[in-house]
């Protein structure tokens, strides 16, 4: 009995291994995966910020332009 569980063990150990080996690259993956979701969340608000500050820019030219022509 002893020898078949030790045969067993023998098969599995590989397997495992490779199990072990998988797994640690996916928190490899895992770590990589948050950093770049950190970096496009920051770089999201800046293009949002400076977005909006464009269309503020925009909008108030036009106003003072519409001001301009109406003699305000």
Known sequence: MARKHSTR???IAPEL???RKISTQLDSIELRLDTMQNA???SG???GAAAGAVTGGIVAAGLAMIKA???F
């Open 40 to 42: 496009a969340v920051k």
């Open 69 to 71: 022509r109406l003699g």
């Open 9 to 11: 063990c023998n098969r």
């Open 45 to 47: 608000a800046i293009a």
């Open 17 to 19: 291994a490779e199990l």
